[in-house]
């Protein structure tokens, strides 16, 4: 069983930067892939960028150039820094982790989630 926590969501304006945080409990967070997905109000929860026990990374095309995931093992967290924030980024964010990782962006591809943080940007 694995916990995830996210942390730093906020409300800022567009053009701005903010960095989530997503803490995970157990002894084999380096083992899972670790993804962030979002969901807007009314929208279904849509990919965002996500990581594999060896690093490889994977974004959204809506993300490419903006967001960096990254992750330290040594800390059992994961972390997704966003710059350049638009007002289509505004949603609630989710961390997730997955023993698979052959499709890193599918919802279905994760085990475990977390509650989400709220990321409002505004215009």
Do not use: H
């Amino acid at each position: 069983q694995v916990q995830l926590a996210e942390s730093g969501g906020g409300l800022v304006q567009a053009g701005a930067s903010l960095r989530l945080s997503c803490a995970a409990s157990g002894r084999t967070f380096g083992s899972y892939t670790m993804g962030w997905f979002r969901q807007a109000p009314g929208k279904e929860r849509e990919f965002v960028a996500a990581v594999s026990w060896g690093s490889t990374k994977y974004y959204a095309d809506s993300v490419k150039g903006r967001f960096t995931i990254s992750r330290d093992n040594a800390k059992n967290t994961v972390y997704l820094q966003m710059d350049s924030l638009k007002p289509e980024d505004t949603a609630v964010y989710y961390c997730a982790a997955g023993v698979r990782y052959a499709l890193p962006r599918r919802v279905d591809n994760y085990d475990y989630w977390g509650q989400g943080t709220q990321v409002t940007v505004s215009s």
